[in-house]
């Protein structure tokens, strides 16, 4: 991968990851790029909720559009197999809704260290780690209180929810086995 973005209607950056692209490793280029960017999906008619994939310049680009038009943007070289930029795509989402109820701009401004945590734990230096959310959900739960990156600086009660459905997913899964 490229890297993620997660833009807000108007365009302007919640939060950024770039890998292994020589021409956007400056700041400057990369807010070209979202600009650039921005105007391209603002050309297009996407439904909130809906998943897209475009080719743009020389990447392919998946995203996803929120409610509010928050854009969550994963794109990768041209080279790079569709199915694996939307499975990125959808781990990042998947893990954001699940701490997120709704997903929207003013959320996640206030969140950008767990945003970026989330997009750690999917990729690595722009290499697919973990698509699967379970995983990923447990890792973060499993994160200690005194850091400052942990999943109680959500501010909500959704610690508790949490483990509790990943135990209850972990507990499905096992019996999903058993039964084969």
Do not use: C
């Amino acid at each position: 991968m490229n890297g993620v973005l997660l833009l807000t209607e108007s365009g302007e950056r919640i939060a950024a990851k770039y890998y292994r692209d020589k021409q956007l490793a400056e700041t400057k280029a990369q807010f070209e790029f979202e600009a650039r960017v921005h105007a391209k999906l603002n050309e297009m008619d996407v439904r909130p909720s809906s998943v897209e994939s475009i080719i743009f310049e020389k990447y392919i680009m998946v995203f996803k559009v929120y409610g509010d038009g928050t854009r969550l943007i994963v794109f990768a070289p041209l080279e790079e197999n569709e199915l694996l930029v939307f499975s990125v795509l959808s781990a990042i989402d998947e893990t954001l809704r699940w701490f997120v109820e709704d997903v929207n701009a003013k959320k996640l401004g206030s969140r950008l260290r767990f945003i970026m945590l989330i997009i750690d734990e999917v990729l690595d230096d722009g290499l697919v780690v973990d698509n699967e959310v379970n995983s990923i959900v447990q890792r973060l739960v499993a994160t200690p209180e005194d850091s400052s990156t942990t999943v109680s600086t959500l501010n909500t009660g959704v610690r508790d929810h949490t483990l509790t459905g990943a135990l209850f997913s972990v507990g499905e899964q096992l019996m999903k086995s058993l039964r084969s």
